[in-house]
Structure formats: C-alpha cells, structure tokens
C-alpha cells in the first residue's frame, strides 16, 4: 500500500479520479495500491481517458471522501 500526500494534487486525491483508492489512515493521504495504478477521468480534461494515481492537471478538485474524513477528525 502506497499513501500519497493529498497536497500533491495528483490524480489520486481528486473528485473526478474512478481508480482504486481509500482515505490514508494518516490524515491528508490518499491509500493506493501504487502510483502506477490508472482509472478514468470523469467530467475533466481527460474524461473517459485512464491516467495513473501520479498523473495531474490544472483541474484538480479535491476528493471529497477526503474532506470528509478531515472534519469529522477520523483518527
Ligand atoms: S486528469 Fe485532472 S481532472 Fe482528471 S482525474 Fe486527473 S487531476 Fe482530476
């Protein structure tokens, strides 16, 4: 398991991100099984395209399973 620092803004953390992923058990990650895995972009610039957990662009939004693990103080 690889944690990606939210920060990055990468596709791993963003909204519009479809690949396998959880909330980081420390805040402000993202848990993927690697920076290489790939899922669809959705309603992006790459919509319908696979980009990999690492890939990024000028869109990103962040994913809101993460915001909502940060305010409610999930441990
Ligand atoms: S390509 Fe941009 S909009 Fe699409 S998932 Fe990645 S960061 Fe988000």
Not at 10 to 32: K, N
Not at 49 to 75: D, F, I, M
């Amino acid at each position: 398991m690889f944690f990606q620092p939210v920060d990055r803004k990468r596709c791993a953390s963003c909204h519009r991100w479809s690949g396998p992923r959880a909330p980081g058990d420390l805040p402000g990650t993202v848990a993927i099984e690697s920076e290489t895995i790939a899922g669809l972009c959705v309603g992006g610039p790459w919509d319908g395209q696979e980009r990999r957990a690492r890939s990024a662009c000028g869109h990103w939004v962040v994913w809101l399973a993460l915001t909502l693990v940060s305010t409610t103080g999930n441990p």
